[in-house]
């Protein structure tokens, strides 16, 4: 070796050393850094981990963070742990060397992976927070929650995250809403105990305002508990009854009720307490002398406001001598009914034997008659005026009596012809069809009719039976006029709030006031010089009355009559 080589050697020795001892210095450091002798961060750059060592004056800082109980961390892009302080590793559950330099997304499941690198991206651009799951060394996952923010450390970003342990959080929000859910129910179990008292005292207020004004009422009064149990009775049970308020029997409305009359009050009773609704009973109940009389018991119950029951109230009110007129009522109305029920009988008798008698007259009568014509050709001799006269009022009596025997046959046809179909009956087209029947008699009398039906223009009733009706009375009208003046006859209708007015008003002759309660009589008549039969205004009334309506009448001696029909609507 030449003297040349020799200083080369030497260099390379001492650069060997210098190298020697700076790897001694790191591997120190690294092992200082390590195990927490050194404070210092290791932060990747493009040249490689560089190593920084905390000053003095972040030592503050550093015993902030390391006596914090939420785990406190520094990120690198990567995701690398640089730094990492006690709290961190004990919530993870591993050595402070454990996480220190190892990548954070290992402890996040992988179910969480893409929801914890959205959130890191947005720790990188700004302030963020959120919530993750994190596994720890014994496999479990904790809940934790997340804040990110980005920190410059000597010309290098990282990103500073603080996590909190939300399980304990979340014990304790759990502790509070059990708490709260049994503050709840205190509350609303003081509320309704509340609600019950002011009930009770509105209860015993409305029983006493009742008890005040039960007593000063004449019947017997009383009130009970929603289950139907008695609470109070008025002074006048006591009276009635003879009874002691102050024994327990005085309370016992039942033990006073008649036996016979017990079950049905006593159904009642159960039937308005299941159902709520009012009770209405009449019973019998025994008086202090030991008699019964008829009480007409009725009970309502009283509501608060969210409809409850909370009292019933009742009275019985004596309503002996009324039940005993009702009674009476109905006795006498039974035998009403059943005098009615002889008297149809009778009629129908009657109305048989006047057809049979009517029919079997018209045999012998028809006989009469051809004997007398069998005799007019046997007296061909000249004869007496007084004979011919005897044969003409045989004559006239034969024709009264066949005219007698049909108008008995009409009655009789009325009677059982109750039944006829009611119809709506234009009263105008009616009336001048009857007009055209009475054509003659008008003429002869040479009168006018007025009609005026327009306010009322129909009339439901049945149509044959109104025929005769206007029929009888426009002849009477025509028949009985006055020979002072002609015959002027106004027919017309109006209106009623339950019938139909039909006025037939003449000019005629006109009857004493006194005789006019007469002119429905059958076979009554008060004008000699008219032929007529006495039946026709007797069928009218009928045939009005069978169908509910009736039938007056208005006269004066030489002025005229009103006939006033009134139909039922």
Same mark, same amino acid.
């Given at each position: 070796m030449s003297d040349k080589d020799q200083p080369c050697a030497a260099g390379l020795l001492r650069e060997n050393e210098e190298l020697r001892q700076q790897l001694l210095e790191a591997e120190e450091l690294i092992t200082a850094i390590r195990t927490g002798a050194v404070d210092a961060l290791a932060v990747q750059s493009a040249e490689g981990p560089r190593i920084f060592t905390l000053q003095s004056a972040d030592q503050g800082y550093r015993t902030l963070i390391e006596q914090m109980n939420e785990g406190a961390l520094l990120l690198s892009r990567d995701a690398t742990v640089l730094y990492g302080n006690a709290s961190l590793a004990g919530l993870l559950g591993l050595a402070l060397e454990e996480v220190i330099g190892s990548s954070f997304q290992s402890f996040v499941p992988l179910a969480f992976r893409t929801y914890w690198h959205g959130l890191l991206e947005k720790g990188w651009e700004s302030k963020s927070r959120g919530e993750i799951p994190l596994q720890t060394k014994s496999g479990l996952l904790q809940p934790f929650s997340v804040s990110m923010n980005v920190l410059d450390f000597d010309g290098m970003p990282v990103l500073a995250i603080i996590i909190t342990d #939300?399980?304990? /959080?979340?014990?304790?929000?759990? *502790?509070?809403?059990?708490?709260? +859910?049994? =503050?709840?129910? &205190? @509350?609303?179990?003081?509320?309704?105990? #509340?609600?019950? /008292?002011?009930?009770?005292?509105? *209860?015993?207020?409305?029983?006493? +305002?009742? =008890?005040?004004? &039960? @007593?000063?009422?004449?019947?017997?009064?009383?009130?009970?508990?929603?289950?139907?149990?008695?609470?109070?009775?008025?002074?006048?049970?006591?009276?009635?009854?003879?009874?002691?308020?102050?024994?327990?029997?005085?309370?016992?409305?039942?033990?006073?009720?008649?036996?016979?009359?017990?079950?049905?009050?006593?159904?009642?009773?159960?039937?308005?307490?299941?159902?709520?609704?009012?009770?209405?009973?009449?019973?019998?109940?025994?008086?202090?002398?030991?008699?019964?009389?008829?009480?007409?018991?009725?009970?309502?119950?009283?509501?608060?406001?969210?409809?409850?029951?909370?009292?019933?109230?009742?009275?019985?009110t004596d309503i002996h001598e009324h039940r005993l007129a009702q009674e009476r009522i109905d006795r006498a109305q039974r035998e009403l009914q059943e005098n009615n029920e002889r008297l149809t009988r009778v009629n129908a008798d009657l109305d048989n034997f006047i057809y049979t008698a009517s029919h079997d007259l018209k045999a012998p009568i028809n006989n009469i008659e051809g004997l007398l014509h069998a005799l007019l050709p046997e007296l061909d001799t000249p004869c007496g005026e007084q004979v011919e006269l005897l044969l003409n009022m045989m004559q006239d009596s034969v024709d009264r009596f066949k005219r007698t025997i049909e108008h008995l046959t009409e009655v009789t046809k009325l009677q059982k012809e109750n039944d006829q179909p009611i119809a709506t009956v234009d009263l105008a087209t009616l009336i001048r069809e009857v007009s055209l029947d009475l054509a003659p008699l008008v003429q002869e009398a040479g009168g006018v009719l007025e009609v005026t039906v327009g306010s009322c223009p129909t009339i439901s009733f049945a149509e044959k039976n109104l025929r005769s009706i206007i029929y009888n009375l426009l002849s009477n009208a025509f028949k009985y006029r006055s020979p002072e003046r002609a015959a002027r006859v106004h027919i017309r209708t109006s209106q009623l709030e339950k019938y139909v007015l039909l006025e037939v008003q003449d000019n005629?002759?006109?009857?004493?006031?006194?005789?006019?309660?007469?002119?429905?009589?059958?076979?009554?008549?008060?004008?000699?010089?008219?032929?007529?039969?006495?039946?026709?205004?007797?069928m009218v009334k009928k045939m009005v009355d069978n169908a509910g309506g009736r039938i007056e009448v208005q006269s004066q001696v030489g002025e005229g009559t009103t006939f006033s029909v009134y139909f039922r609507r």
């Open positions: #939300l399980s304990a /959080q979340r014990e304790i929000e759990d *502790i509070r809403a059990r708490v709260q +859910e049994q =503050n709840s129910l &205190l @509350e609303h179990q003081q509320q309704e105990l #509340l609600r019950q /008292q002011q009930a009770q005292a509105a *209860i015993a207020q409305a029983a006493a +305002e009742a =008890n005040r004004m &039960l @007593e000063g009422i004449p019947q017997i009064a009383w009130t009970a508990s929603p289950g139907g149990h008695n609470t109070f009775l008025n002074r006048q049970w006591f009276y009635y009854t003879g009874q002691d308020n102050l024994t327990p029997s005085g309370s016992n409305i039942k033990a006073n009720i008649h036996p016979e009359d017990l079950p049905t009050a006593m159904a009642r009773w159960r039937n308005s307490l299941t159902m709520g609704t009012a009770l209405e009973v009449e019973c019998r109940i025994k008086n202090h002398q030991g008699h019964y009389r008829w009480m007409l018991g009725r009970a309502l119950p009283s509501r608060n406001e969210q409809g409850e029951i909370i009292q019933w109230i009742g009275t019985y005629g002759l006109g009857l004493k006031p006194e005789a006019t309660h007469k002119m429905f009589s059958m076979f009554q008549r008060f004008h000699d010089h008219v032929e007529g039969s006495g039946i026709g205004l007797y």
